[in-house]
C-alpha cells in the first residue's frame, strides 16, 4: 500500500504517535449513571477503534457533578470513576488506536435535559424519573436563554476550587490510562463563557478585557499542563466563534491560540458557536467543511497545530484539507455514528489497494476470504 496520503500518516504530538489523522471527535451520548461509563460507552468508543480512527475521544467528561449537562454526562469528579474509563482507554490502545478524553464543566448550560427529552430546562416530567435540577455556576449570573435557570456567579475563591477539580481530574485521567487530554472551552460551556462577552459581565480579573475573559482559560490550560506527563499532548477545544453580534470573534481566537501555546498546548481542536442556544447554534452558515476556514486561520496566524471539525464526511474532502494545510488532524463527529468504520472505508477509497489490510483480524480474514470467492 503507498502511503501517499496525509490522512493516512503518522501524526506526532509529543511522544504519542497517531497511526493516521482520523480522529473521532466527543460526542456526548448522555447515557451514564452518576457518571460512571458502562457498557454502552465501552462499546461506542471502542467500535471506532476497531473502525480505524487513529484517535479516538470519550464525550464531555464533567469535572465536577455540578458541571454536568444532564443527568446522564459522564464524570471523572471521583476516584471511583477510573475503572470504568480505564477499561475503554485499554480497549482503545488494544486496537492500536490512540483513547483521548475531553474534560468539561457545563457552567451555565448545566442541569438540563437529555436531548431526546427536549434539551431545554428540567420539568416535572424529569422530576418525575428523579432527574433534579441542581444550582449551577458561570462568571455572571446570566441565564442562557429565556426561562433557563439563572446561575450563581463564581467568587475568586469558587474558580479556584473549579480550577483544582480540574486539576484533580487531569490526574485520574492518567491514571485511567488516556494518552491525551483536551480542555473543553467550546460550544456555549464554562471556559467558554469565560471568554465570551456575551456571557461575561465581570469587571475583576476574570472579565472586563479580552485578557480578562482569557485569563480563566489559560489559567486551566497551565494547571492541566502541569499535571499531565510532559511527553503526552493537551488539546483544547474553542468555538472559533461565536456567530452571534458582540461576541467572541475569529481574531480573538487567534489571540487566545497563541497564548495556549505557549503554556504548552499542542493542538487546538477549531469548532464554532453555542453561546446562546444548543451545543453549536450560531449564525453561521453550515456546508462541509464550514469550520475549516477557522482551523486554517488559527493555524497559520498562531503557529499552532489544528484539528478541524464539522460535516466533513467525503475521505477526499478530508484529504483535500490536510494537503493545503488547513489543519492537522481531521475530527469525524455524527458520521462516525452512521459509519463507524468511516476510517477502514476511507483508506480503501483513497489507497485503491490493500482493502482489509488494515481492519481488525477477527473481521478482515472472513472478508478478505468472502472478497476472493467472489473474484
Keep these: 500500500m503507498t502511503l501517499d496520503k496525509l490522512l493516512f500518516t503518522k501524526k506526532q504530538l509529543r511522544d504519542i504517535t497517531l497511526k493516521n489523522r482520523v480522529a473521532i471527535a466527543p460526542m456526548c451520548n448522555y447515557s451514564a449513571k452518576d457518571g460512571f461509563a458502562n457498557d454502552w460507552h465501552l462499546v461506542h468508543l471502542g467500535k471506532f477503534a476497531q473502525g480505524g480512527a487513529g484517535l479516538v475521544f470519550t464525550e464531555a467528561t464533567a469535572v465536577q457533578s455540578t458541571g454536568r449537562i444532564t443527568h446522564g454526562d459522564l464524570g471523572i469528579w471521583k476516584d471511583d470513576h477510573i475503572p470504568g474509563l480505564k477499561k475503554i482507554s485499554e480497549f482503545i490502545k488494544s486496537q492500536n488506536s490512540i483513547p483521548g478524553i475531553q474534560l468539561a464543566h457545563a457552567g451555565r448550560k448545566a442541569s438540563m435535559q437529555r436531548p431526546w427529552h427536549g434539551n431545554g430546562p428540567l420539568d416535572h416530567t424529569d422530576q418525575s424519573r428523579g432527574e433534579d435540577n441542581w444550582e449551577i455556576d458561570a462568571p455572571s449570573a446570566i441565564a442562557v436563554a429565556e426561562g433557563f435557570l439563572t446561575p450563581h456567579e463564581l467568587s475568586l475563591e469558587e474558580i479556584g476550587q473549579i480550577q483544582n477539580s480540574w486539576k484533580d481530574a487531569t490526574i485520574r485521567a492518567r491514571k485511567a490510562g488516556f494518552e491525551v487530554v483536551e480542555l473543553h472551552s467550546a460550544h456555549g460551556y464554562l ?49 472559533s466563534v461565536d456567530g452571534v453580534d458582540g461576541g467572541w470573534t475569529l481574531e480573538d481566537s487567534v489571540t487566545l491560540s497563541k497564548e495556549l501555546k505557549k503554556r504548552g498546548i499542542d493542538v487546538i481542536d477549531c469548532s464554532s458557536g453555542g453561546i446562546s442556544g444548543s451545543a453549536t447554534a450560531a449564525k453561521i452558515k453550515r456546508g462541509p467543511g464550514f469550520q475549516v476556514p477557522f482551523s486554517e486561520k488559527i493555524k497559520i496566524q498562531a503557529d499552532i497545530s489544528t484539528m478541524t471539525v464539522g460535516l466533513i464526511t467525503e475521505p477526499h474532502h478530508a484529504e483535500e484539507i490536510l494537503q493545503s494545510g488547513k489543519a492537522d488532524i481531521i475530527a469525524i463527529g455524527r458520521e462516525a455514528l452512521y459509519n463507524p468504520n468511516w476510517a477502514l ?3 480503501v477509497e483513497l489507497m485503491g489497494e490493500g482493502e482489509f489490510e488494515s481492519w481488525p483480524h477477527q473481521y478482515g480474514w472472513w472478508l478478505d476470504k468472502r472478497q476472493k470467492s467472489k473474484s
Excluded: C, Q
Design 191 to 239: 471556559g467558554h463563557e469565560f471568554l465570551s462577552p456575551i456571557s461575561n459581565k465581570r469587571k475583576d480579573k476574570y472579565g472586563n478585557t479580552l485578557e480578562g475573559r482569557m485569563r480563566f482559560v489559560l489559567e486551566t490550560a497551565e494547571i492541566i499542563r502541569e499535571n499531565w506527563p510532559k511527553n503526552k499532548p493537551v488539546f483544547t477545544r474553542i468555538s
Design 345 to 347: 472505508h476511507s483508506e
